[in-house]
């Protein structure tokens, strides 16, 4: 099942269900109004979406042919977004780009940091920048959308809270996080809004692309027309879903519609490109003695989607320019 | 006008009026049913909200006595907790407790951490505690509801997306604050969930007491049924509110509902008492070489209020009791 938010002039939007192909949707308003409501509600509600989406793909209620920006986020706003940093090469290349080391328990303890999440940017809306000296940078990113979550969930009983999939971008202000960290509270101003891709998909429609709490399947990031990452986001995300919401609820609770990130898919394998600037710049560095890519600027565009097999996209497109802001 | 939530079996409950001197309520439900409702169109929502308070205090509309336990946290879950940390004297005791540097720029750039915010506690809800090990301790806070409010936002005009005033227990665990720091992300683990006080207020409930985008009003902690703090959160908030709204609006918006918190009250004359056990341990410390204070355990309890001129508990009162969780 895939599911959107439609555009309506209201803050949560409107939920709609979405054919396979991208091609059409049907209102879902009969059901839930939003998408939160959905959630709030799931083991009710998810049976009425489901038969409903089957209806659509047979032709058998009423739909409207879809248009991408005509859509808000999955969920505008959200009551968590929590954001791991679950790729280890990803890690060792951003903190070398910074001269900071990389934590002593890379490997067994996971990262994540809460971001904000009560105005998310739509999957084809401008990125607002307002001094380009922040050094701008998308990440392309996977993430799941939580069901309730009780504290203490062990990763061995995670998958039964993973209600949807959905990509991100990440947007990261670059030269603002070594200031930020250095305060010790965390990336605050050096994580404005993040957007999300058009459609939430239940995990069953990746199929076998769904295996061990992952997304087995490439992330492809495209800068300004310029295919630059074609990532494998499955193998190399070293904790996966499950364990990243073991190591959530270790202190408390979540509700549902709780966003968790994979952080940025990365691959050590340099010929798959990147899913962000900082690892070109990084790369360049090692290579050259400097970074010779520049952040991104008024103007740029980046655009973030994944397909499967047969080259169909998923979640459909995460498609920003970046805009000068007041 | 002063405002509350009440439990009803949903996740955000019911909107409710609450009379001046806490003994009464009405309910609001005819106009929001929700807080969050009310936040989302509260300039159509606010007079109709004013509008009953005033029958209620005068007796003109059905009203029931209250009872604090039947309150949810006004916001029982919402869309982002940003918390400062605004209190000089709290940030020098506290770094100095974990042999941390206070950052370079202590007075000049404002301290912030995003918190979690989907699962908050109710004023009298007991705080569960999987590991006592893990060093519970009581934060003594004020905090504002933001509405809808622009990145960009200048201090000068904070004041009026500050719509209601609220006071918090920030629930910290002490010793996974060192290592949760030390991987660079923030608090995440450290920080539980966070439990609200019983009443929201407009600002002007407060008169002469919101001066400057601060509260001029006394925070008492007591725990254990004995009185260990009794600060002034006014002077010594180093950067009011309006200096923290200009901070978190430098890089992004922030939606209506979204709170922000001022960090741990905290004076410099020591016979104030502390609003945070970790104070009290980093002064015992200073005095006597190591802390004797221990941290929270089950069955300790902690009751957090503020008091105007006349004694009178203006946000109604946070008490807590430690359980043993699995």
């Known amino acids: ?29 009969n059901v839930a109004l939003t998408l939160q409501a959905a959630l709030d509600d799931w083991d009710a509600k998810e049976p009425q979406l489901r038969a409903l989406a089957q209806q659509l793909e047979a ?16 969920l505008p706003r959200a009551y968590e977004w929590v954001d791991g940093s679950a790729y280890i090469n990803h890690v060792l290349l951003v903190r070398k780009a ?4 990389p934590p002593a328990t890379l490997r067994t303890d996971p990262l994540v940091y809460q971001g904000g999440s009560g105005d998310f940017l739509a999957p084809t809306q401008d990125i607002p920048l307002r001094d380009e000296a922040w050094g701008l940078d998308f990440e392309s990113e996977v993430c799941v959308v939580l069901g309730d979550t ?17 990509i991100a971008n990440d ?21 404005p809004a993040t957007a999300f891709g058009p459609f939430a998909l239940t995990p069953d429609e990746l199929g076998a692309a769904w295996k061990d709490g992952r997304v087995h399947l490439r992330m492809r990031s495209t800068l300004n027309g310029q295919l630059v990452g074609d990532a494998d986001a499955g193998p190399e995300m070293h904790f996966s879903f499950r364990d990243l919401i073991q190591h ?10 709780t966003l968790l990130g994979s952080g940025t898919v990365s691959n050590e394998d340099r010929s798959r490109g990147i899913s962000c600037l900082a690892e070109r710049r990084m790369i360049e560095t090692i290579d050259e003695g400097k970074p010779k890519t520049a952040f ?31």
């Open 248 to 257: 959530l609820t270790r202190t408390r609770a979540f509700t549902a519609g």
């Open 98 to 101: 910074r001269n900071a080391e």
């Open 59 to 74: 032709g058998a209620v009423q739909s409207r042919p879809l248009d991408v920006k005509a859509l808000h986020a999955p």
């Open 1 to 29: 099942m895939k599911l959107a938010t439609l555009k309506d002039g209201t803050r949560d939007g409107r939920l709609i269900v979405v054919k396979r192909d991208n091609s059409a949707y049907a209102l879902a308003t």
């Open 296 to 326: 991104m600027k008024p103007g740029d565009t980046i655009e973030i989607e994944m397909l499967d097999g047969e080259g169909h996209s998923l979640f459909g497109r995460i498609s920003q320019t970046v805009v000068k802001a007041p």
């Open 150 to 166: 009780p504290m203490g969930t062990k990763a061995e009983d995670a998958d039964k809270h993973i209600k949807l999939v959905m």
């Open 171 to 191: 947007v990261s202000l670059r030269n603002l996080i070594p200031e930020e960290l250095a305060k010790g509270f965390g990336f605050f101003q050096s994580k």
